[in-house]
């Protein structure tokens, strides 16, 4: 099936840094979604997209719809020890409404003090 | 967004036996996801389950050991049937609220089989 390549699969920072992912898809998708997920939990939507080109922000999170619809990009800035979990991106299987989604390999982030 | 409950949140279990996992929204929707997450691994969507009909399955995941129930639009139960170490996993119901493909996740049940 439909496969979402994150990068990096995980990474170790400092308090205070910032943080930079991305998934790419071989597949253009209309609508990427970034979620987190902490131990023992189900995943948090954190941002949705639904333009090429477009920026979105929540908070220290931002997150950008690549222009070729094959990629997308999550930075969280000034990283703090909640920011830890497992981030992953999603995107539809359909072109319809509330279609199902397929979630990409996950990048796991740690944060030291 | 929905608040979105799941019983049991563990298991332990046997091989050879079977466990339903329920899944509870506090608003009437369409589309009911169930999704299954390995030790380690991202999430796999094993069928949408909309309410009158019946559930429609992904490849590699079929009715007789995965059958769902989905009575109404707040509810929906998913049956692990006939158990192996390998149905180890994170099992989590979501549903889709917005015309945007938007999913909203419960807090997932974490099942292991002996």
């Known amino acids: 099936g439909q496969q979402l390549n994150q990068s990096p699969q995980s990474m170790f920072i400092q308090e205070g840094e910032d943080v930079s992912m991305n998934c790419t898809s071989s597949s253009i998708f209309n609508t990427w979604l970034w979620y987190k997920q902490d131990p023992g939990e189900g995943p948090v939507l954190l941002i949705a997209l639904y333009k090429a080109g477009e920026l979105t922000s929540n908070g220290r999170l931002t997150a950008q719809f690549g222009i070729t619809r094959k990629d997308s990009f999550l930075n969280i800035s000034a990283s703090i020890p909640s920011d830890v979990g497992i981030y992953f991106c999603?995107?539809?299987?359909?072109?319809?409404?509330?279609?199902?989604?397929?979630f990409g390999t996950g990048t796991r982030l740690q944060v030291t003090l | 967004s929905a608040v979105i409950s799941q019983k049991p949140s563990r298991d332990i279990c046997q091989r050879g036996t079977s466990l339903t996992i329920q899944c509870q929204v506090d608003s009437q929707v369409t589309m009911m996801f169930w999704y299954r997450q390995q030790p380690g691994q991202s999430l796999t969507l094993i069928a949408t389950a909309n309410q009158g009909s019946e559930a429609t399955y992904e490849s590699g995941f079929v009715i007789d050991k995965f059958p769902i129930s989905r009575p109404n639009l707040t509810f929906s139960t998913l049956t692990v049937s006939n158990m192996s170490p390998e149905d180890s996993s994170i099992y989590l119901c979501?549903?889709?609220?917005?015309?945007?493909?938007?999913?909203?996740f419960g807090p997932g049940t974490r099942l292991t089989v002996l």
């Open positions: 999603a995107g539809p299987l359909d072109t319809g409404t509330a279609s199902k989604l397929t």
């Open positions: 979501s549903v889709g609220v917005s015309a945007y493909n938007e999913q909203f």
